[in-house]
């Protein structure tokens, strides 16, 4: 099966709440998730609501990593999505599991684009003249 990309959905459940409600320790944590990776950066956003809670998103070339936290209840919601073989979600997903000291994780791999083609599918077209037209 090829696929365009991969996306995880991880759960982090049992985290500690002091990192979890902690703007520069979130936003730090994804980003170095994404360079674990070998993800390349493009933007960076996060936002921390009041009275406690955390979203915030990595746009990366291949894709992005998500976040939504909720300290109140030890649990974050994390989208890794990447594009390409050369970027490993799950490193990505380890890391995050560790900075956040997270006692109960799980995620679910889900695959991205499987269109009904025969042969692999490059990351990006560098002609558009040979993209498959469907």
Same mark, same amino acid.
């Given at each position: 099966?090829?696929? $365009?990309?991969?996306?995880?959905? =991880?759960?982090?459940? *049992?985290? *500690?709440?002091a @990192? $979890?409600?902690?703007? !520069?320790?979130?936003?730090?944590?994804? +980003?170095?998730?994404?360079?674990?990776?070998?993800?390349?950066? +493009?933007?960076? %956003? /996060?936002?921390?609501? %009041?009275?406690?809670?955390i979203?915030? =998103? =990595? &746009?990366?070339?291949e %894709?992005?990593?998500? @976040?939504?936290?909720?300290?109140?209840? $030890?649990?974050?919601? !994390?989208? &890794? /999505?990447?594009? #390409?073989?050369?970027?490993?979600?799950? &490193?990505?997903?380890?890391f995050?599991?560790?900075? /956040?000291?997270?006692?109960?994780?799980? /995620? =679910?791999?889900?695959?991205? #684009?499987?269109? %009904?083609? *025969?042969?692999?599918?490059?990351?990006?077209?560098? *002609?558009?003249? $040979?993209?498959? &037209?469907?």
């Amino acid at each position: 099966m090829h696929a $365009l990309g991969t996306h995880l959905i =991880v759960e982090l459940r *049992n985290c *500690n709440p002091a @990192i $979890l409600k902690d703007l !520069v320790k979130a936003r730090t944590a994804l +980003v170095s998730a994404a360079k674990e990776a070998k993800a390349t950066i +493009v933007d960076i %956003s /996060f936002h921390e609501f %009041s009275p406690y809670g955390i979203s915030g =998103v =990595v &746009i990366i070339a291949e %894709s992005h990593l998500t @976040i939504h936290t909720w300290p109140e209840y $030890l649990y974050a919601a !994390v989208d &890794i /999505f990447t594009c #390409g073989e050369l970027i490993k979600p799950e &490193i990505a997903t380890e890391f995050i599991i560790k900075a /956040f000291e997270c006692k109960d994780p799980s /995620f =679910v791999e889900i695959k991205r #684009g499987i269109l %009904s083609l *025969n042969e692999k599918l490059p990351h990006k077209i560098t *002609n558009p003249e $040979l993209a498959p &037209i469907i």
